[in-house]
């Protein structure tokens, strides 16, 4: 079964950055369409970008397009999520996602607060 692993998030001031991973175990990621997710506190699970595994296409919701960027690096079985110019409504638990499969990893906080 494939395992995600979310890291990189944290506190970070407004028009701060941060880059997060999302390593996968056991099975390439390449093999599956990966999309990022956030959830802020009592709102419901967004999805805010996606990658095609097909030819590697990006996708990102308009809130964050222009600020945050996608890619992947199979040699390290790794997708990241570059995050810039953050806002304090970025503040929320980030969270990978493959499919197919629907699997989840257990999610990175970021914190964007001055």
């Known amino acids: 079964q494939l395992q995600l692993v979310e890291s990189g998030g944290g506190l970070v001031q407004p028009g701060g950055s941060l880059r997060l991973s999302c390593a996968a175990s056991?099975?390439?990621?390449?093999?599956?369409?990966i999309g990022w997710f956030r959830q802020a506190p009592g709102k419901e699970r967004e999805g805010i970008s996606c990658?095609?595994?097909?030819?590697?296409?990006?996708y990102y919701t308009d809130s964050v397009k222009g600020r945050f960027t996608m890619s992947r690096d199979n040699a390290k079985n790794t997708v990241y999520l570059q995050m810039n110019s953050l806002k304090p409504e970025d503040t929320a638990v980030y969270y990978c996602?493959?499919?197919?499969?629907?699997?989840w990893g257990l999610g990175t906080l970021v914190t964007v607060s001055s």
């Open positions: 996602h493959a499919d197919p499969g629907d699997y």
């Open positions: 990658m095609s595994n097909i030819d590697g296409t990006t």
């Open positions: 056991l099975f390439p990621l390449n093999d599956y369409a």
